[in-house]
């Protein structure tokens, strides 16, 4: 039996309760129609919350229960009784480690969306143009096509480049809003894989790649440009992608 992917873990249980945005739906229903693992694991997490919805799948609790956890948590919040010995305070104070912990945890999670933003709008990007009609404002595999076109509508010349019989295959073009500015997209095409090819000029040294709700991002910087590849290709995709375009293109 062909396994899930690990990383649409969460994204399955979510499509299951209904609590996907459109965008990350769409992108799950054609996700599911090319991996089986998911798709069976989609079909267990239903099953399962049929089961636990029908009568009697549910055990009510005594209420005595109740009533010890409550006099359990009063009696632990009660300050140490004066006098009490060196194994009492050793056994209260043994959180502390775990609380230290728990805090420094808890400051890494709240910067950590502030240092995924970019890759998150990154990722709505991609997927909101493989929605209907927007994946290209140009479509064309030609360079002399899609390289004019982006004439006057940039601040800067994005490099396009055409792998002649290679694995990759240019679709076109389209400009695209992110970090509040308008930048260049390139589509290109891998066997049943889009990848989105974002650029803009930047002075910023390349992030570490990064996978956010199942897309792989791969970063790299060429000629005073930053270029982001976002796909649900795998990463050895990107990285092969990224090595034939920048030696497409020059330093």
């Known amino acids: 039996m062909t396994p899930p992917c690990p990383e649409r873990a969460m994204l399955l249980h979510a499509l299951a309760d209904g609590e996907l945005d459109p965008a990350n739906t769409l ?12 798709a069976a694991e989609l079909e267990r997490i239903v099953a399962g919350r049929r089961r636990a919805q029908q009568p009697g799948a549910r055990y009510a609790a005594p209420p005595a229960l109740g009533q010890r956890v409550a006099a359990a948590l009063a009696a632990e919040a009660r300050p140490a009784r004066r006098g009490a010995g060196l194994l ?31 890759e998150q709008e990154l990722v709505s990007s991609h997927v909101h143009s493989l929605l209907a009609s927007h994946l290209t404002d140009v479509e064309s595999g030609d360079q002399h096509t899609v390289k004019p076109w982006f004439a006057g509508k940039l601040d800067f010349a994005p490099p396009v480049v055409v792998f002649a019989g290679g694995p990759f295959t240019l679709l076109g073009g389209r400009v695209d809003y992110l970090e509040g500015r308008v930048v260049a997209a390139l589509v290109y095409g891998h066997q049943k894989h889009v990848i989105n090819l ?33 796909s649900d290709a795998e990463p050895a995709v990107l990285r092969d992608f990224q090595q034939a375009f920048s030696a497409a293109t020059p330093e």
């Open 88 to 118: 009492d305070l050793v056994r209260r104070w043994s959180w502390a480690p775990s609380l230290v912990a728990l805090a420094a945890s808890l400051v890494l999670f709240l910067a950590a969306p502030a240092e995924r933003a970019l």
């Open 27 to 38: 992108a799950m229903e054609r996700h599911l129609e090319d991996c089986a693992g998911c």
């Open 198 to 230: 974002f650029i803009w000029p930047s002075s910023a040294p390349a992030a570490a790649p990064a996978t956010l709700e199942g897309y792989n991002l791969l970063n790299w910087t060429r000629a005073g440009l930053t270029l982001w590849a976002v």
